[in-house]
């Protein structure tokens, strides 16, 4: 029974932390979910090199391997979980496999490197526009949430300091804010995009003052 005055308690809403779990002193800790997401990135993009300290654990990797060192405790168990996979390694690019052998009689293909394509930011830009780029390698969300509006469109007025969109890279969210107050002119980079490092994401048209 509800005594008069009385108020009901409201159940506490806790937010949910997009980085690693604390160790026992409090210190933000790699997981082995980390170290899977550190991998995937490089997997997916061309760096060859990439280093990640976070609290007392550092993780090194690069094309040939992954090293992983810490000055507190390691980042991951040494020993497996019975059903746990062992952590991935980033193996060497496959070598390619020869091409048979022509008949006889008949010249050897010449083989060749692919061309490298272009990339898309090289393009020219107009000297009245300003161009926003990632700060960082990582996931591309235009929006706060699945489900939620865009930050911006296409013709949006924006003002200097206002958020763009989302990169995230290992549960961390950075916000792409604006340089300018202005239009939005361009939209470079579509939701959930793996984006690289200095990839142009808006184009934006500043304010006359």
Known sequence: MSLPGARSAEPTRRARSPISPEGADGAVELT???????????????????????????????????????????????????????????????????????????????VTAPPVPPQAWAAPVAADLVTVTAPMLGVFFRAPQPGAPN???????????ATLGLVEVMKMYNGVASPTAGEVVEVLAANEEFVEYGQPLFRLRPAVA
């Open 32 to 110: 082995h979910d980390d170290v899977v997401s550190i991998l995937e990135l490089l997997e997916r993009s061309n760096v060859e090199y990439l280093e990640v300290e976070v609290g007392s654990s550092r993780i090194v990797a690069d094309r040939t391997g992954v090293t992983t060192q810490a000055r507190g405790r390691a980042p991951v168990p040494a020993a497996a979980a019975p059903v746990a996979a062992p952590a991935p390694v980033v193996a060497p690019a496959p070598a390619p496999v020869a091409a048979p052998a022509p008949p006889a009689g008949t010249a050897p293909p010449v």
């Open 151 to 161: 930050f911006v469109e296409v013709g949006s007025q924006i003002e200097e300091g």
